[in-house]
């Protein structure tokens, strides 16, 4: 299975034995269909958003565990502390397709975007993805457009803030001599 | 343009109906017809989010035009807990038990996708004996779930005494499940790296003998409902979905099956070790509320076949077998040698206080629940705490389908509907 | 546990529940004893109690996993229906106590309150969980800290979830608490405005 004809396709990257493809936020539609279409994923499994604020400030100090074992001094790191690479933008948006045939190929559609910054919603491609854009929308706050119903899902609708971002705070009451503030 | 093998429809078998009933884009909501809407004879009612019938905290602001349902809209979010980011703040191994109070009728399978995706970033290696200890509850946990659905769905439709005779059995299962994790629900008995505990001994004889006794029950279950006319009534040609929307809509699970698509992640997609037992993917052709019913009966049945046989293979290891990976690193020591090694003792406090770090990466790990893939996507930074954590829950998609499925229905269809797609409301609200 | 054929009342144990042999009757049991005395309810007023107590219908009100283990309450094991008790009223007119079993969300705060008022009085409540009692493990923007903060609460079962007898245990103590003459919450907390 070769990704190399998506349309706006950025990068591909293969990890722990998943594929993720990352594309262009304005060429989304276009890669989804050809992912439909073309590679034959029928099935959208899921549509998160992940907020990158703050990614990588906080230093991975001491040994590191790798797939290949622990490892106190990386080759090349000098025995400084490895921080994980910057990403492009603050919000990443993936997409978890899978391929209803024989071996279950899944595959990553990964989009990066700034708060604000515009994403059609991929639901002419795939009818499921309105609520999980419902839900998106409502907890993280990217902005998706072309929703019909884009309302918010599991807050109260007259609720302020977008919950799971990173600049929000976790709230509760505070407790006691718990070390947690 | 290359040919793609369209989903594998069982060979030789009609759909009762072919070709999607998605009417417009938007197919969550059931609108009012235009030739209904200004009509004063509409009444819109509130169902929930208390009601005996709905499973949980779910709300539908249904429309009725005398009993017939011309509109619907699901309103969901009354149990939202913030799983997710609550999570971000507690250490993996804290973390654990967050998930299994997401879809709290199949609590360890929850567990497990949480684990197995902590388990593919620090790639660490499970005895054969911890694997085949957690293919044996998660069944369990697949047919607990399913007699509670049962239960309950009969309930909601009259079929009162059905709810004591399937939770006699589900009784029987949580003591198992006390027996071998110390409490009945929300047992934390999956860690990274196996089981938290060795499997105690008498375990083997009480789960052959439920392993004996359960088929018998699920018969009289059927004996019960299979051949009353009103149970039939009720059931049978109801909430059709079609196998092309079930797929659009991204139904899985005992849904999508009973639409006709053969699809099973246990087959499939193998997970632990269900490519070592035999067992059959049940699927039925019509996608009715009857055939989901069946689909879940059959269900129940396979799994009773394969916990005889990882029951087989657990009792072929020795009775010291390791059931947890060795790595001290992310593994607790055992408590015994916290009192004679320094190192032990050091691996204790690190794991506990700041916790285990699991490397940089990003992973989607999908099970099959008794509700259908569930799925876990978890971001991490390489720290001791997870960055994003998101769970991909069935019953969120197949609530989708209420809509879809509500085709010319009247309220009491609408009930038999909406119970008849298997929803937690736990894990729909998150 | 081997029992002789002696009841435990006969070996100078006051309250049933206590199977320990040679453990006498708990702090609770003492200080009912004590309140029974002090409150000095009229023969009819103990009656009533007593009716109350007899078929206290409960509301169902389950919202998450604790709901499941108070279905099976009901279940045959655990058998609520020698209280009478089994009869759970979806409508809250006509229930008498409300289990708030599962975790509470701030959405569902406004009909968790609007159920209670449709109650007639008197109404119980109990807290049945640690989600409902406390917030549980759920610290959070989602989750409201304890139901005592909507509504007045009688019997706070913990537990995550509690067995269902330790439920059992929190029904059986309410009855005691009503047969001694304990006014619902609402006339000793004061409603929650």
Redesign the interface.
Known sequence: MTYTAVPGLVETKD????T?VIVDTARLLDAARYLR????F?????V?A??YLG??D?A?A???????G?DLNRPGSHGLA???ARKPKRFSM?Y?L?A?????T?V?LQTFVDDGEPVESV??I???A???ER?VWD?MGVNIVNH??RV?????EDWEGH??RKD??????P?RFSG?E | MATVERHPVRPGKQLIYEGSRIPRRCPTILDVPAHLAGNEDINQINFGPNHPSTHGVLRLVVDLDGELVVGLRAVIGYLHTGFEKTMEQKSWWKCITYPERIDYLSFQTNELVFVLAIEKLLALEVPEKATWMRMCLLELNRIHSHLVWLGTACLELGAISMFWYTFRERDQILDLSEMVCGVRMHTRYFQAGGLAEDIPTGFYDECWKFVEQMPKAVDQYEDMVDRNRIWLERTKGLGLLSADDAIALGQSGPCLRASGVDWDLRRDQPYLFYDRVYFTVCTREHGDVWDRYKVHMDEMRQSVRIIAQCLEQLQKFEPGAPWIADDRKVVLPPREELHTSMESLIHHFKIVTEGYRVPEGEIYTTIESPRGEMGCYVVSDGGAKPWRVKFRAPSFVALQATATCMHEALIADMIAIAGSLDTVMGEVDR | MALNDKSLAARGLQSERVQWVGKGPGVFEREVESLETEVGLTTLAKAIAWAQTKSMWPDTFGLACCAIEMMSIVSSRYDIARFGMEAFRSSPRQADLLIVSGRVSHKMAAPLRQIYDQMLEPKWVIAMGACASSGGMFNNYAILQGVDRVVPVDIHVPGCPPRPEALMEGIVRLHEKVNAGVPPAYEIRGVAE
């Open positions: 990890a722990y034995g998943e993720t279409d073309e590679l034959g029928s099935f959208l499994s899921d998160t992940t907020d990614w990588g906080q991975v001491g040994y590191i565990g790798t797939a290949a622990r490895h921080r994980p993936s978890h899978l209803l045939r024989a071996g279950a899944r990553r639901i002419p795939w009818p499921t309105d609520w999980h839900e907890l019909p119903n918010r899902i599991l807050m109260d919950p799971l929000y705070p976790i709230g509760g009451e407790v947690e």
